[in-house]
């Protein structure tokens, strides 16, 4: 019998268990990461929730830092014991998409009618682990096209600093690219869940000078301003439609990031806007969303609507982790609980019912 190893599997909605699935054999464009460290996304629970169908039996997740076990024989640059990441996303680079300046896209799957409550195309083809192929909450993950997507982990950076940067920093600093911030700008970040935190500190990085942080937990509150926020609201305690008017003159923010994925905060986020401005959309939507008239200025108001899926590459993680290392963002802080891979059925029910102050949860193999 081939070897095996442990691995978090979708079962049903409602249901990811722990099994024993056959350890990957190796392709001339792989590698087989022994996983050192993961982690859970809130996209890992849409699919616990059947919100987002994946196949049953699928090995979920998508954050992988690990030490690598085996090399294809055609990828060269790396060496079996070189500790890594991946991107969530893992593009092949060489699809129409990919070429023309989506590599997060890499091209579209044929999707089986019924899979996704319709049958077409599944434009999410660069987002492989977990979704089309095995993920990383498991002893080992095969990262496909290998050449293109392990990243180098810097020397002196533990697991948990670059932990974030598969996902949760490169998702959440998209946000904040695709917002078209200036120097100088005024922005708005709409909830301060983990990616939330992160495109708060790519909207400082990227030079705003008066970014707002929305949330209803005072805890998180206070993350965001460490991580860059000089405002925070509390939409349990006012109404924060009016009081970023009000803190902007009535002129509405330059660029508003959407981090939740519900239709109070894409609305909200509509509403703050100035004429010109700029919506960043990064939430994973489980149902229509509407965009009412008046927010929309009828469609006269020269808003920008942006969605994004996180870049993945190696060049993309090397840089997230040269900011890691230099200091100016501190993304270990935002993993607040460690569990081992053996106890992840409880680290699914803590991070989705969201009890005892969790942001990320560390999984360790």
Excluded at 36 to 60: N, Q, S
Excluded at 217 to 240: E, K, S, W
Aim: charged fraction near 20%; proline fraction near 5%; hydrophobic fraction near 40%.
């Amino acid at each position: 019998m081939p070897p095996t190893m442990k691995a978090a599997v979708f079962v049903e909605p409602g249901r990811i268990e722990l099994a024993d699935k056959p350890i990957p054999n190796v392709g001339p464009n792989d590698a087989l990461i022994r996983i050192t460290t993961t982690t859970i996304c809130g996209t890992d629970v849409h699919i616990l929730k059947g919100e987002y169908p994946v196949a049953r039996g699928l090995t979920v997740g998508h954050e992988p830092v690990g030490v690598i076990e085996k090399l294809g024989s055609a990828v060269v640059g790396y060496q079996e014991g070189q500790r890594v990441i991946a991107g969530a996303i893992c593009p092949n680079f060489n699809s129409y998409a990919a070429q023309d300046g989506a590599p997060s896209q890499d091209g579209s799957y044929l999707v089986p009618q019924g899979l996704c409550g319709c049958h077409g195309y599944k434009a999410t083809a660069g987002w492989r682990f977990g979704n089309l192929i095995d993920g990383t909450q498991a002893e080992y993950v095969l990262v496909p096209d290998a050449q293109a997507n392990l990243a180098p982990i810097p020397d002196g950076l533990t697991d948990e600093q670059v932990l974030m940067c598969p996902d949760i920093m490169s998702t959440g600093f998209k946000g904040a690219e695709n917002a078209n911030i200036k120097i100088g700008d005024t922005v708005v970040v709409f909830a301060q869940g983990p990616i939330g935190l992160c495109a708060t500190a790519g909207a400082r990085l990227l030079g705003a000078t008066t970014v707002i942080a929305v949330d209803g937990n005072d805890h998180r509150l206070g993350i965001a301003q460490q991580m860059g926020a000089d405002v925070t609201l509390n939409f349990q305690r006012c109404d924060v439609v009016d009081e970023i008017l009000k803190l902007t003159g009535g002129k509405g923010v330059d660029a508003s990031i959407e981090a939740l994925g519900v239709q109070a905060t894409f609305e909200a986020a509509l509403r703050v806007l100035k004429p010109g401005g700029t919506l960043s959309s990064l939430g994973v939507y489980s149902e229509d969303l509407t965009i009412p008239l008046s927010a929309f200025a009828a469609g006269l108001g020269d808003h920008q609507i942006r969605t994004a899926l996180c870049p993945g590459g190696k060049e993309r993680m090397r840089r997230l982790m040269n900011v890691v290392a230099s200091g100016r963002v501190d993304l270990g802080r935002l993993v607040t609980h460690q569990y081992r891979l053996d106890d992840i059925v409880a680290a699914y029910d803590l991070f989705a019912h969201q009890r005892d102050g969790v942001l990320k949860v560390a999984i360790h193999p």
